[in-house]
């Protein structure tokens, strides 16, 4: 199907998308994100089936273990991974869980294993949720003419199961991502018990929109308070889940719920990394509670998913914001071991038995293979594939939008004419990005380029034309008749901008990278066997900083240099950019359970010597502080 026929089929009973993603495969990765994704599928995400017994001896495929959602989890980042590389054997690897999968359909529709207690409950619909979203994935870049039957007979079965055994338990609240699902085969058969089974689940799912609208969780989660309504991955699905009943309902409510609880989130729990924090349960503002990964790769897809229905630019920009700091900060740079929990203050990373997670244990923060709990194991790897696949959409007025920016090309027709755009960059380390338009003869579109809040005096230039300053905060539409080999150069100014955190700390940006102090490491292997082992990470200098700054006119105090780009970016080594600025030790600030005390009211005074700092990108970053005190200025 063209993608371009789907806004017309949605005019029958879904209400039109602003934005339509395009299929896996209309965007190739260039450059440092392509490198990123080769990264990945060297280290555990292309890796993991051949050693990890949940994936590897999954139910799912045969085995005898775990049977419930991490093949699934694994599978659903796995899929777009080896089709944007076209690996070959990472191709075999999905073809041959896809395979498995569709052959061993039951009779009634079921898919998968039918499991007891032990996981959930007999007829869990929930972890076929993720399945369907691999599966589709695994569609759009093979064709395979099975898989719309298979979705059909399973949610057919599903139309049977639900009158009898509502939704319950993670399903419940996670059921927007089968409505998602739904949506997809609506918009191919245009049948509408489709769309009366979406209603079924909406109503039967958590009012997630009626719960933001009252949230009473303003503070770090106390343990008895704690169940599926603070789970931080729960509330990271649920971000999309308005945006996606919209297109159903054409409820204006649901529209503005999505940024009312992604406001809600931000008051209360929010971090300078565009996280919010969750230990695993929501934990309040202070910057060494933890955010878990499963909670970034899960916000970053509710953004994604979200946008079309919602195309606010704020949306992107936090999806950047979350992809460039939150997500690399939480794997080591070779993708061989992770994190549970990130801090946006972490300044070790150590077996803690005195700690102050809400509900993690002891080795929550720890670099390894299955840290604290297997989840972010089997589902950390959609996080850098599904951004790579969703950097471009297709517009409602026919043409194409840029929603986040990294190298790429993107190819997929208008009008029956094959149209391309290369991007060329080194952004987000820079703020120049060069695109070249590819069109296999000239031909007329619209082409929206996203202008971040935060990027003021941004100009286009298209050819030898005057750049053209654009506003912060919009797309910027530019309609013509575009020839082979037209270019525009974009320039995104970065400049510096703190924000206030916790304790009237402050928190340095500059465009869509949060930057924090670099801290000498040194990495001790506690368990497992190379190259999946796990680390404890220990500070080898000091961390308790303040900085010497003017929060209201920080540029006078921060100086940038650039780089060359490494072979792994996302490291301390490898960073293209870094800053200097001055600041003082701060002897009072020490560690408190096991992790950085909450950063000293500022403004702060200190007799300690004056030294030079060096910060790196938040992303570049395994031990850190970037919310940090200042001090009293000495004038």
């Known amino acids: 199907m063209d993608p371009m026929d789907l806004p017309k089929r949605e005019q029958a009973g879904l209400h039109t998308r602003s934005l339509v993603p395009l299929p896996l495969g209309a ?198 308070e704690c169940d599926l309504r603070t789970h931080g991955v729960n509330n990271a699905m649920a971000i999309k889940a308005p945006g996606v009943w919209y297109r159903q309902s054409a409820d204006a409510g649901d529209h503005d719920a999505v940024g009312q609880m992604i406001g809600m989130l931000d008051r209360y729990h929010g971090q300078a990394t565009g996280m919010f924090t969750c230990d695993e349960h929501l934990a309040g503002r202070n910057p060494s509670q933890g955010s878990e990964l499963c909670t970034v790769v899960e916000y970053m897809y509710s953004l994604e998913t979200a946008l079309p229905m919602v195309p606010q630019v704020e949306l992107a920009d936090r999806l950047e914001r979350l992809a460039f700091n939150a997500l690399p900060a939480t794997l080591s740079p070779d993708i061989w071991s992770h994190q549970y929990d990130q801090q946006v203050n972490q300044v070790q990373c150590s077996m803690a038995p005195d700690h102050l997670y809400t509900s993690n244990g002891a080795d929550a923060n720890l670099f390894g293979l299955e840290p604290h709990f297997g989840c972010c194991t089997a589902n950390m790897h959609q996080g850098w594939p599904k951004f790579a696949s969703h950097l471009w959409m297709l517009s409602a007025d026919g043409g194409l939008t840029a929603v986040s920016y990294a190298p790429c090309l993107v190819s997929t027709e208008i009008e029956g004419v094959a149209v391309g755009v290369e991007v060329q960059t080194d952004y987000p380390f820079d703020e120049a990005l060069r695109f070249t338009i590819h069109a296999e003869r000239p031909t007329s579109f619209p082409l929206h380029l996203r202008i971040p809040l935060w990027a003021e005096a941004a100009t286009v230039q298209i050819g030898d034309e005057a750049p053209v300053t654009m506003m912060a905060g919009t797309f910027h539409r530019e309609e013509r008749e575009w020839q082979d080999g037209i270019t525009l150069v974009l320039r995104l100014p970065q400049q510096v901008q703190v924000v206030r955190g916790f304790n009237n700390s402050v928190a340095i940006s500059r465009g869509p990278l949060l930057f924090g102090l670099r801290i000498g490491e040194e990495w001790r292997q506690v368990g497992g066997e190379l190259p999946h082992a796990d680390w404890e990470v220990t500070p080898t200098t000091a961390w308790n900083y303040a900085l010497q700054l003017d929060p209201d006119r920080p540029a006078e105090s921060i100086r940038f240099e650039s780089h060359a780009m490494g072979q792994q970016p996302f490291s301390p080594e490898g960073a293209p950019v870094s800053a200097k600025v001055l600041g003082r030790r701060v002897p009072t600030w020490t560690l408190d359970h096991g992790a950085a005390a909450p950063p000293p009211q500022s403004p702060v005074t200190s007799e300690e010597p004056l030294e030079e700092l060096t910060l790196l990108p938040y992303g570049c970053t395994n031990l850190r502080i970037a919310e940090f005190p200042w001090l009293v200025s000495q004038t």
């Open 27 to 224: 965007i190739q990765p260039r450059g440092w994100l392509c490198e990123q994704l080769r990264i990945q599928a060297d280290g555990l995400s292309g890796h993991l089936d051949e050693f990890w017994p949940d994936v590897a001896q999954s139910r799912w495929i045969g085995g005898d273990a775990e049977g419930w959602e991490r093949g699934p989890y694994w599978l659903d980042g796995v899929v777009p991974l080896a089709f944007l590389l076209e690996d070959p054997k990472l191709k075999a690897k999905v073809r041959h869980w896809v395979d498995e999968i569709v052959s061993h359909q039951a009779a009634d529709g079921w898919l998968g294993p039918v499991l007891d207690a032990q996981y959930s409950y007999p007829y869990d619909a929930w972890p076929r949720f993720v399945v369907l979203k691999a599966l589709i994935q695994y569609h759009e870049a093979t064709g395979d003419e099975r898989i719309p039957q298979v979705v059909e007979r399973f949610l057919q079965k599903l139309t049977q199961l639900l009158p009898e055994h509502p939704l319950r338990s993670w399903a419940m609240y996670r059921w927007a991502d089968l409505v998602l699902s739904i949506h997809w085969l609506y918009e191919r058969t245009g049948e509408q018990w489709l769309l009366d089974l979406a209603s079924m689940m909406q109503e039967q799912g958590f009012d997630w929109r009626g719960h933001f609208a009252r949230f009473p969780y303003r503070d770090r989660s106390r343990r008895e």
